[in-house]
């Protein structure tokens, strides 16, 4: 599919926060569209540059004049990202206080089925394996949630998954393991809880089967037997169909995209049960 690609004269505005620091926003120096496949480069300050990949497993409407993109360099105590962090061990990363918005317009015909991946790459920080980074979204000023399910050594290529648009930020996560699979288990107990009426009856049974057995599992801290688990309710829910499980989020955001968000929930615990 040929590429379509848009240059746009990077710009900056300049919005005073609530704390009272400066915060400073760019748009993208160029968007590019391939396919199912939206790549964007946002040069935030002359030391900060942030490559973003988002992917599509099917889109509807994907082009650059249909999405926003900006990043937004903060302070690290601003309370636009403190007051959205739910625990006091996850911290803002000191050289890149960044917040990377995606918010496709309302009225655009923008639409797409299942699970979407974002990835951000930058060079601003150095990763190892002894750090405690990883990716999180806020969807509409909510908390920031965990939904890594890849990061990669050397200068940081963090991918996270999601069923919705949201803000997206790289956070250290300094909660034990054990707390960050139990606060990902509640987000999905409580979704499918909160959601049930967007899966078939038949369907519901069995993620709920599965979802009692894998807090048998953690709460055994048997955290093999629960990744195994974790693995059969992803083949589970990526094989339902549009009738079992709602699978379409739009950019009017009346739609649950609810097997979007199941897997967003399922891949981070797979991510973190593979870490423990």
Excluded at 114 to 120: F, N, Q
């Amino acid at each position: 599919m040929r590429m379509l690609i848009r240059n746009i004269p990077c710009f900056l505005l300049f919005t005073l926060l609530s704390s009272g620091s400066m915060a400073q926003t760019v748009t993208p120096s160029s968007v590019s569209i391939n396919g199912n496949t939206l790549q964007a480069k946002l040069q935030v300050t002359t030391l900060i540059e942030v490559d973003l990949v988002v992917e599509f497993e099917k889109s509807v409407g994907l082009n650059a004049d249909n999405i926003n993109i900006s990043a937004t360099l903060s302070d690290v105590n601003a309370s636009n990202i403190t007051n959205r962090l739910s625990s006091a061990d996850i911290k803002v990363i000191p050289t890149f206080p960044v917040i990377i918005s995606i918010s496709p317009k309302a009225d655009a015909g923008f639409a797409f089925e299942g699970l979407a991946s974002v990835e951000i790459y930058t060079k601003s920080v150095d990763y190892n394996t002894a750090m405690p980074a990883r990716i999180f979204r806020s969807h509409a000023n909510s908390n920031f949630e965990d939904i890594t399910s890849m990061i990669s050594a050397g200068s940081i290529r963090a991918r996270g998954n999601t069923g919705s648009f949201s803000d997206f930020m790289l956070l250290l996560d300094e909660r034990n393991n054990a707390d960050i699979i139990d606060d990902t288990f509640s987000q999905l107990n409580q979704l499918v809880s909160q959601y049930n009426n967007h899966i078939s009856a038949t369907l519901a049974i069995t993620i709920q089967t599965g979802i009692s057995a894998l807090q048998q599992a953690l709460l055994m801290t048997d955290y093999t037997a629960a990744l195994e688990v974790v693995e059969e309710l992803i083949i589970v829910t990526e094989n339902a169909s549009g009738e079992q499980l709602s699978n379409v989020w739009r950019s009017s955001n009346d739609l649950v995209n609810m097997q979007g968000e199941l897997l967003t929930r399922l891949r981070t615990l797979k991510y973190s049960l593979r870490v423990i």
